[in-house]
């Protein structure tokens, strides 16, 4: 059993549509949870970065925690054709030992 | 503010054969990541350095890879010999410190075909 999991989609949305994303992970020691985008032949960016569980919220985009079941979420509200990417949640254990582990990556295309 | 640097971004050698690649990280960070990302897997952990120091190479395949970082700064990794299973893109990433809290920046990074 791999320590994240991410369904690699490919997932295709009309523009405007709402980008539902998920991980779920093994590791219950993990408290830092990020999701990163990542643009063809392109590193990855940070997101959204969220410490233990609970949501945030920036712009369109909303990050979940559910520590409890061990389950990850980023929703993109009112999606464009430039958010057009591969998605990659990764996480971390401890505050001094920032190791990322990540997930596979879901690869997103939103349609004009 | 000028990103982390890496080339060549593109190297194309025979199995058998060696690859350097090189990384300039964020001025004034002191953390330096080597991750390989194999098509269609998420990136995976070579080794982290703090300033000049090995803080974890426990996923680098120390019979055929290596990297240092001289003074802190710019890092290289080297594959000798190069195997068919290398193939894949190597992403050079920094961050101010090793704590949470301090988004770690990657590279565009380097990507290798080995024939």
């Known amino acids: 059993q791999k320590e994240v999991e991410q369904d690699p989609g490919p997932l295709s949305v009309p523009e405007g549509a709402i980008v539902s994303l998920n991980c779920t992970y093994s590791n219950s020691a993990f408290q830092y949870f990020m999701w990163y985008r990542q643009y063809s032949r392109k590193g990855p960016e940070l997101l959204m970065y969220t410490y233990s569980s609970g949501n945030k919220e920036d712009g369109r985009f909303t990050a979940q925690v559910d520590k409890s079941s061990k389950y990850i979420s980023l929703f993109i509200r009112d999606s464009q054709p430039s958010d057009s990417a591969t998605y990659l949640c990764a996480m971390s254990e401890g505050s001094n030992d920032y190791k990322l582990s990540f997930g596979a990556g879901t690869t997103v295309t939103v349609r004009a | ?115």
């Open chain 2, 1 to 115: 503010e000028a990103g982390v640097a890496q080339s060549p971004r593109y190297k194309i050698i025979e199995k058998r054969q060696s690859v350097a690649f090189w990384c300039n990280p964020i001025s004034g960070h002191a953390t330096l990541y080597w991750y390989q990302q194999i098509l269609g897997q998420g990136p995976k952990l070579l080794i982290q350095f703090q300033n000049n120091g090995v803080v974890d190479d426990s996923q680098l395949p120390k019979d055929r890879f290596s990297a240092e970082r001289l003074k802190g700064v710019d890092s290289t990794l080297k594959i000798q010999p190069a195997k068919l299973e290398d193939s894949a893109v190597y992403l050079c990433a920094s961050s101010l410190t090793g704590y949470s809290g301090n988004t770690i920046y990657f590279g565009e990074g380097s990507w290798l075909t080995v024939v």
